[in-house]
């Protein structure tokens, strides 16, 4: 079990670029697949983005591929997502999420058990 806390939500213009960090504090850090899922208001929630322990594999939603970048600091036990040309559609809570589930075994956000209080994200037109 790890403890997760997410920082870097904000509101900003359309077409604009943000970065959320999550900051982790537990002795198995480095085992942990991690993730970010968001949820707007009227919608399900959605796996945005993941990372297996090492860093070496990454996955994107379609709706983020090219936009958002997953990235993570196993020395510093932190977990960041960087997300340009930010759209209307990305609104939303994003959650920092862990497993020990392996990379390739994680489909979607049920897969994550390890969850941060959440951080709002609000992009305007």
């Known amino acids: 079990q790890v403890q997760l806390v997410e920082s870097g939500g904000g509101l900003v213009q359309a077409g604009g670029s943000l970065r959320l960090s999550c900051a982790a504090s537990?002795?198995?850090?480095?085992?942990?697949?991690m993730g970010w899922i968001r949820q707007a208001p009227g919608k399900e929630r959605e796996f945005v983005a993941g990372?297996?322990?090492?860093?070496?594999?990454?996955y994107y939603a379609d709706s983020v591929k090219g936009r958002f970048t997953i990235s993570r600091d196993n020395i510093k036990n932190m977990v960041y997502l960087q997300m340009n040309s930010l759209k209307p559609e990305d609104t939303a809570v994003y959650y920092c999420t862990g497993t020990l589930r392996a990379f390739k075994g994680v489909v979607g956000p049920n897969d994550f058990n390890s969850w941060g209080q959440g951080t709002q994200v609000t992009v305007s037109s």
């Open positions: 990372i297996n322990w090492i860093g070496t594999s990454t």
């Open positions: 537990g002795r198995a850090f480095s085992s942990y697949t």
